[in-house]
């Protein structure tokens, strides 16, 4: 089996920073591309920033610059570090990854549990 583990969420005020890191765990051969998502209640969960296995990155256009997504790919975890936070920000934030299991020829796509991110205005 393979957990995605979020943590560094919390309450920050408008302006200020927030990391997040999402760890897999399991019987991992590989973790291919990582995302992070976010959703607020009432919407769709939307892409917030992607990477590849060799660092290439993504982000939605509402971040404009703000945060940097980046990974260790020893220890299949991926971060998500936002600044200038927005209270237009504060949303669930989930974790996603496509792994392969081993054992396994085809991978497949796992979610965390989410994390909790408010923005104070």
């Known amino acids: 089996q393979v957990q995605l583990v979020e943590s560094g969420g919390g309450l920050v005020q408008a302006g200020g920073s927030l990391g997040l890191s999402c760890v897999a765990s399991?019987?991992?051969?590989?973790?291919?591309?990582m995302n992070w998502y976010r959703q607020t209640p009432g919407k769709q969960r939307e892409l917030v920033a992607s990477?590849?296995?060799?660092?290439?990155?993504n982000y939605a256009d509402f971040v404009e610059g703000r945060f940097a997504i980046s990974r260790d790919n020893a220890k299949n975890t991926v971060y998500l570090q936002m600044n200038s936070l927005k209270p237009d920000d504060t949303a669930v934030y989930y974790c996603?990854?496509?792994?392969?299991?081993?054992?396994?020829?085809?991978?497949?796509?796992?979610w965390g549990q989410g994390t909790q991110v408010t923005v104070s205005s």
């Open positions: 399991g019987e991992i051969s590989t973790v291919n591309t």
């Open positions: 990477i590849t296995t060799t660092g290439s990155a």
């Open positions: 996603r990854a496509d792994i392969r299991m081993t054992g396994f020829f085809v991978s497949r796509t796992y």
